[in-house]
């Protein structure tokens, strides 16, 4: 499953390598040109029947994880953060180190050694290393330096009927849908962009936009669902299993009235079910795509997701499929004339 392949991958933002290269092998027979930009961008053509709009769609390969920054004469690994992380999902944590995927365990002090004001405060990045298993700084010289990335060592699965668990959901499902999509014979010609570096800051999709110039781009990505206990259910921002997500406003980017009606519109008619994402203050490639050149009308199309940039996400399948649903009849209406954005 292609799904599968993607979340085990290793992509912490700035090494994208090994997803861009399923992506190359899953795709290449598939499209009419396959390139790499000079930042990792993974770019993509598919003829269609029609060519309509210059149509962009968007999804980022990078995730969340950790480098390396010292190794002390233990052999322990000194590391810090790369994107947003929650120190407190981090200590225990089985991890995948460097290239060759050296296996650690994220480690700190032992509870029984700590004094009684520090076992009340969660431990910083700053309090923990990885473990490898050396004995000395040189034995773990050997293996991993400083510059390795880390990612989280996390086998995905099916949990219960419909759910499916796995690490760099975000947005490893957005890739999957749009390279799904791309297998297909489609109804419109698209320009499909597999950024990178967007959890450190955009970067990637403003490259990609530049590149490619669209007339409309929509970009598939993951959103924080908050449908959990102790958490009001005025308070929550989106639902697993209640449909995609759509985006009106976010930390980076205010979506274009028409593009948003016209997703509303067409999920409203084909009767499939959609939330408003609210209440999350994070941003999207949108928000770097819409300001590139003289700006470009975007939208955002999500899966709702729980226990983001973590080790373990969970996400619902039928929310995968209804967006996969979604954007096949976008694609299908904008070869129609459906949409003017004059």
């Not at 399923?22 to 993509?44: F, K």
């Not at 967007?198 to 007339?215: M, S």
């Not at 939330?275 to 490639?285: I, K, P």
Request: charged share 25%; aromatic share 4%; net charge neutral.
């Amino acid at each position: 499953m292609l799904l599968e392949k993607l979340s085990r991958a290793s992509g912490v933002s700035g090494c994208e390598g090994e997803v861009r290269q399923i992506l190359t092998e899953e795709l290449a027979p598939r499209v009419d040109s396959l390139e790499t930009d000079m930042l990792g961008n993974l770019m993509a053509f598919k003829k269609g029947a029609v060519d309509g709009p210059r149509l962009m769609l968007a999804a980022h390969m990078d995730e969340v994880g950790l480098i390396v920054v010292d190794i002390d004469g233990s052999g322990l690994i000194k590391f810090k953060k790369v994107g947003g992380i929650d120190d407190r999902v981090l200590l225990s944590k089985p991890v995948l180190v460097g290239p060759d995927k050296v296996c650690g365990v994220i480690g700190a002090k032992a509870i029984h050694l700590q004094k009684p004001e520090e076992r009340g405060k969660t431990l910083t990045v700053d309090q923990l290393y990885i473990d490898i298993g050396a004995g000395s700084e040189e034995e773990a010289k050997k293996l991993v330096k400083p510059g390795d990335y880390i990612a989280f060592a996390t086998a995905p699965r099916p949990v219960g009927e419909e759910v499916y668990m796995g690490k760099a959901l975000d947005d490893r499902v957005g890739c999957y849908l749009l390279a799904e999509l791309l297998k297909e014979d489609l109804p419109l010609s698209v320009w499909a962009a597999f950024t990178v570096q967007e959890e450190v800051g955009l970067r990637g999709a403003g490259v990609a936009a530049y590149r490619i110039k669209p007339d409309l781009a929509l970009v598939l990505e993951v959103t924080a669902a908050a449908d959990v206990a102790d958490n009001p259910e005025h308070l929550q921002s989106t639902v697993l299993g209640k449909g995609p997500v759509l985006t009106f406003m976010d930390r980076t980017f205010i979506t274009n009235q028409k593009v948003l009606d016209f997703i509303l519109g067409t999920a409203k008619e084909a009767g499939i079910p959609c939330q408003l994402r609210r209440f999350t203050s994070a941003g999207t490639d949108a928000g770097r795509i819409s300001i590139t050149g003289s700006g470009i009308p975007a939208g955002v199309i999500s899966i709702p997701c729980r226990y983001l940039h973590g080790p373990r996400s969970l996400l619902n399948l039928k929310d995968v499929e209804r967006a996969g649903k979604l954007l096949r009849l976008l694609l299908k209406s904008l070869a129609k004339g459906g949409l003017e954005l004059c």
